[in-house]
């Protein structure tokens, strides 16, 4: 018997990663075809090597007959370093710009897609309330992972970031003191219920699920980066069809919509933190 | 061999000596280049800008989804890995750190060997911890050129020293000898056998 050259190796693991995904979707139905291969593959080889497994072909077997493993692949995949108001100067720029708009409207709908474990949901509530929006605003907050959603409903975060988050919020333009908003508990910080009261938690799948409802503001920041081309495409024209027009779709720092077809439904309203507003007229 | 691209990964020091590097290339070199350097999450692109003004290759921010082209050099954003993807583009991810660095030159380098394989060539400059390492060994392995720039002259030489702890490198050099020895692997406009 030849051994197998590296180069065939790499190719080989092509092919089982690829049926690998298959045999996810077919069980389960979660879709990971269309995410960027190069990512997909360190999560695989990632969990291959904390699980002790020879090769992709033995971890998609267990995948079929293991449920409880199947779960920790699924959460692999599901990319949840977040941090409190990330990114200031998005929410910077959001109160200055964004805000004042939103202000004329009698009720405002507001989508956190793919909001992992929730410091981005509480952060604009925290942004709402200081804004006096809070009351008037419905906001929805969704995941494909059930395990992250849930860890957002509950909303408690480990102590050992609240600098790092203290210091994000008054980046961002924070009106009041940051402690304000929450309890310390041994390791852990409890964000208030009062920042609850308007978040509806559901899951929902960016790949599989559709249209719910017709949003004023749909935020989705760094979540595109892990698809590739043709999925970006179809969830922001999920994103089109989900916003009234003149309402804003706001992406991480490094995304963009350009690569899309529906890229003509929007101009720039801000582009160096990437808002965009969804055109009036097409 | 032709070389189409060229990885470079770098730590404390590393804005000099990837200027170094960069500086003699012209703005015709036939090969893209990728570029890890440890960076603050805060940074404002400034390094960017000094090395675009500084060099003749096209220096730029790598951005998602774009295609990798010969005559430019991309660097990784601050606070994001940075990925090969098999159809030649970029792509960014968010996940934990790696080696306690985001970006994270393991992460470049061995998801470009994945893709470009012999006509790679990985370097591995100044640096304060083992970032790199892991990532130029497995571009030797499938098939790639290894250098290294040589950790005795190196501003800080961990980087370097625990590159050639763990693989046999084609090349340790001067850092003043790189490009010179780049030139020669990727060729310019006047190689016949381009």
New interface residues.
Partial sequence: MIKETIEEKVENQKIEIQLLLEAINIKYGYDFRNYSSAHVKRRILHRMSVTGLANISDMQHKILYDKEFFNSVLSDFSINVTEMFRDPSFYSEFRKTVVPILKTYPFIRIWHAGCSTGEEIYSMAILLKEEGLYDRTQIYATDFNAIVLEKAKEGIYAIENIKEYTYNYQQSGGKASFADYYIAQYDSVIFENSLKKKITFAEHNLVTDGVFGEMHVILCRNVLIYFNKELQNNVIKLFSDSLSKGCFLCLGSKESIKFSASSKDFEDFVTSEKIYRKKYLP | MKYTTVVIGASAGGLEAIRTVLMDLGEDFKASILIVQHLSPHSDGYMVRHLNKACRINVKEA???EKILPGNAYIA?PN?HL????DE?L??????KVNYARPSID?LF??AA?VY?KNLIGIILTGANSDGSKGLKRIK???GITIVQNPKTAESDSMPSAAVAITMVDYILELSKISTKLIELVGDKNDPNR
């Fill in positions: 951005e998602e989804k954003p994001y990925l090969v993807e098999g583009t792509s960014l991810t968010v996940e934990a992460i061995e998801t994945d394989g392995e499938l098939g």
